[in-house]
């Protein structure tokens, strides 16, 4: 069998799909971290081939409203991600549209392309911020 390139893409983000207030938590990213980043060794040995992932963080809009700042997954887990860029590993940015909608709830926006943008520029400020480069 011809080997063939397979991307581990990781994203590290809220645990539930569109948290609010009452049900913010990130502990499932730090979980994922720390087994990828143990199991690299063991992923190289079982295919002969170097093993890089790519962790892909959210630091957006939403992120920003229930932490306070959007830069707060990758700040907890800096770290353990300058180690997996260190090993060769992508560290990116992983966006979702949610903005507050009239009742106060969460919820996903793709339709408005301006705060779409805005959203983005916004991640990638918090990114560069928090990483130093773009």
Same mark, same amino acid.
Request: with cysteine.
């Given at each position: 069998?011809?080997?063939?390139?397979?991307? &581990?893409? #990781?994203?590290?983000?809220?645990?539930?799909?569109?948290?609010? /207030? $009452?049900?913010?938590?990130?502990?499932?990213? *730090?979980?994922?971290? /720390? +087994?990828?980043?143990?199991?690299?060794?063991?992923?190289?040995?079982?295919? @002969? &081939?170097?093993?890089?992932? *790519?962790?892909? #963080?959210?630091?957006? +809009?939403?992120?920003? @409203?229930?932490?306070?700042?959007? @830069?707060?997954?990758?700040?907890?887990?800096?770290?353990?991600?300058?180690?997996?860029?260190?090993?060769?590993?992508?560290? @990116?940015?992983?966006?979702?549209?949610?903005?507050? *909608?009239?009742? *106060? +709830?969460?919820?996903?926006?793709?339709?408005? /392309? /301006?705060?779409?943008?805005?959203?983005?520029?916004?991640? &990638? $400020?918090?990114?560069?911020?928090?990483?130093? +480069?773009?």
């Amino acid at each position: 069998m011809k080997p063939f390139p397979i991307h &581990f893409a #990781i994203d590290l983000e809220p645990d539930e799909r569109l948290p609010d /207030e $009452a049900n913010k938590s990130f502990d499932s990213a *730090g979980v994922a971290l /720390e +087994r990828m980043l143990s199991l690299r060794s063991e992923i190289e040995a079982a295919t @002969g &081939f170097p093993a890089a992932f *790519g962790w892909y #963080i959210r630091m957006d +809009r939403h992120v920003t @409203g229930l932490y306070g700042d959007a @830069g707060v997954i990758a700040v907890r887990y800096k770290s353990l991600l300058d180690e997996a860029a260190q090993a060769g590993d992508e560290i @990116g940015l992983h966006i979702h549209a949610n903005e507050r *909608g009239p009742d *106060g +709830r969460w919820r996903a926006n793709c339709a408005d /392309e /301006e705060a779409v943008l805005r959203n983005v520029d916004d991640a &990638f $400020a918090s990114f560069q911020e928090v990483f130093g +480069r773009t």
